[in-house]
């Protein structure tokens, strides 16, 4: 049968189990002040990718037969395709001839990154990428048509941020060089396989 305690012994319990709770998170707290961070002082600092990181797209428009396998592969019908006529593959160039490529667009405020779209493509012209931050001001910037971008040489768009930095941040302008470049991303991962 508990026993009853009364209100002075009521009032100290309480002061007793908020100082001990107190107590208890300021531990954790100082452990955590001194052990090493891991989080990076991001855009200053470069991210390390895993292996397999899925990244916004990068896409080859000159390899692309407008098939359209990999917009039915894509589980939120996010890949936007249209042609003038049938494309196909130029086995002496390694190119896609016939038809114009129209539109090739991906919009990403639907799309998961799940990298389905990638792995029917029968050209292997559609990749996933290693930049992640696609952050606009407005709809319809989410929506990167990549035929467009193909025209200014590029594979993948440079984000806002990366504009907006290059100047300052080493790394970010090297990365927008690349881009600029019109090369892919490296298949590597910048940090081991665990
Ligand atoms: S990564 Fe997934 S969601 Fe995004 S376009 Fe490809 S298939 Fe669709
Ligand atoms: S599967 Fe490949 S070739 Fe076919 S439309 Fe998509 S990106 Fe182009």
Redesign the pocket.
Known sequence: MPTATSPAEGYFRNIYDTIKSIAIGMRITLRYCFSKSVTIHYPFEKLAFAPRY?GI?EFEADKCIACDM?AK???????YIDKSAPRKIDKKTGKATGGELLRYA???Q?????????EPCPTDC?H?GKNHDLSSYTRQEMVVEFHEIDAQGLRTPVPLWMQRNAASIPWVAAEKERIEKGELATKEADIPAV
């Open positions: 899925r797209h990999c592969a894509c589980p939120v019908d996010c890949i991906i919009d990403y639907k799309c998961m990154f799940c990298a389905l779209c990638t559609i996933m």
